[in-house]
């Protein structure tokens, strides 16, 4: 699965980020951020812990990586992830 740079994902009205982190963190629900092309261009502490405490392979909790293909991947591997 190919990894992008997430910086070039981040649409224009969330371009600072950085403001936004604290308060996705205080939300406890799992949250990414997806751009328009399903690309993850950041995620909460919840979602971080989660992706830690199911062995996720990638410390970022999958920044850069496309969700859709992801779902996509797991579905075609799992019958019960499947719609």
Same mark, same amino acid.
């Given at each position: 699965?190919k990894?992008?740079?997430?910086s070039? @994902? !981040?649409?224009g009205?969330?371009?600072h980020?950085?403001? +936004? %982190?604290? !308060?996705?963190? @205080?939300?406890?629900s799992h949250i990414?951020?997806?751009?328009e092309? %399903? !690309? !993850?261009?950041?995620?909460n502490?919840? +979602?971080q812990r ?5 062995a /996720? ?6 920044? %850069?990586?496309? /969700? ?6 797991a579905a @075609?591997q799992d019958?019960d992830a499947?719609?």
């Amino acid at each position: 699965m190919k990894k992008v740079d997430a910086s070039d @994902a !981040i649409p224009g009205p969330v371009k600072h980020l950085d403001q +936004w %982190g604290p !308060i996705l963190d @205080a939300i406890p629900s799992h949250i990414a951020l997806l751009d328009e092309e %399903g !690309i !993850i261009f950041a995620v909460n502490e919840s +979602w971080q812990r989660f992706a830690q405490e199911n062995a /996720y392979p990638d410390p970022s909790g999958g920044v %850069g990586l496309n /969700y859709l293909e992801i779902i996509e991947d797991a579905a @075609a591997q799992d019958a019960d992830a499947r719609p």
